[in-house]
């Protein structure tokens, strides 16, 4: 399987600020990413589907202006909560695809715990 | 679309007996399936995926799923259950059309396993 590495794995902040997510495939090069959240007792939702050199994709009811979706390179990208909210409290995993046509699978990152003051 | 049905929102077991935890699909044609696993406050583990190849397939940790299109289904099983298999299970479609790549995730299963 693939490695995905999220950092930080961890991050408190005040309400208003932005914090930044980065999500890194170690070992392949992930032209598609994904992005979910999961609050508590929850399933994962998937928030946008991040492509390496173009806009990313959001799912309905997710605001492209508060979740910015930067995908530079193929092996990172960066997930940033804008003036962020006590409700925009979750955890936040990311996933790369690896297309292989039947086989094609996702690996996901060990996730990021946002809590917002 | 294709959606899955997990029966059953938590399962019980016992170290050492057997693991049961069921699936069914709803698709109009032959899906694509993944089981995940999450440990409390981790990630997404694959635990095994169906493409069609082989009806039974085998993952990691002695998990294994057979896919069964007159039942419609694709239950995880392990023949004997360790501690550290308490956790959440997810049995995922994946995507076709233009939302290929796209999981949708259901409630899941949590799974605890008492001494």
């Known amino acids: 399987g693939a490695v995905v590495s999220q950092h930080p794995s961890r991050v408190i902040c005040k309400s208003g600020t932005s914090v930044k997510i980065e999500c890194r495939s170690l070992?392949?090069?992930?032209?598609?990413m994904f992005w979910y959240r999961q609050f508590p007792k929850q399933s994962l939702m998937l928030m946008a589907t991040?492509?390496?050199?173009?806009?990313?994709?959001?799912e309905q009811g997710v605001e492209k202006d508060k979740f910015l979706i930067n995908h530079a390179s193929l092996t990172l990208s960066t997930l940033t909560v804008t003036s962020a909210h006590p409700e925009d409290s979750s955890f936040y995993i990311c996933?790369?695809?690896?297309?292989?046509?039947?086989?094609?699978?996702?690996?996901f990152g060990p996730g990021t715990r946002l809590t917002v003051l | 679309a294709q959606s899955v049905t997990q029966l059953d929102s938590h399962v019980s077991v016992s170290e050492g007996t057997p693991v049961l935890l069921r699936c069914n699909y709803s698709?109009?044609?032959?899906?694509?399936l993944f089981w995940y696993v999450q440990h409390p406050n981790k990630g997404l583990q694959l635990l095994l995926k169906?493409?069609?190849?082989?009806?039974l397939v085998k993952g990691i940790n002695g998990f294994e799923a057979e896919f069964k299109k007159s039942e419609t289904s694709f239950h995880l099983t392990k023949p004997s259950a360790h501690m550290s298999d308490a956790a959440e299970y997810f049995c995922?479609?994946?995507?076709?059309?233009?939302?290929?790549?796209?999981?949708?995730f259901g409630q899941g299963t949590i799974l605890t396993v008492h001494p």
């Open positions: 698709s109009s044609y032959s899906p694509s």
């Open positions: 991040s492509n390496e050199g173009s806009k990313a994709t959001y």
């Open positions: 169906y493409t069609s190849a082989a009806t």
């Open positions: 070992d392949f090069q992930a032209t598609t």
């Open positions: 996933s790369i695809l690896l297309a292989g046509g039947p086989t094609d699978t996702q690996y």
């Open positions: 995922v479609p994946n995507a076709g059309g233009t939302s290929y790549g796209k999981l949708t």
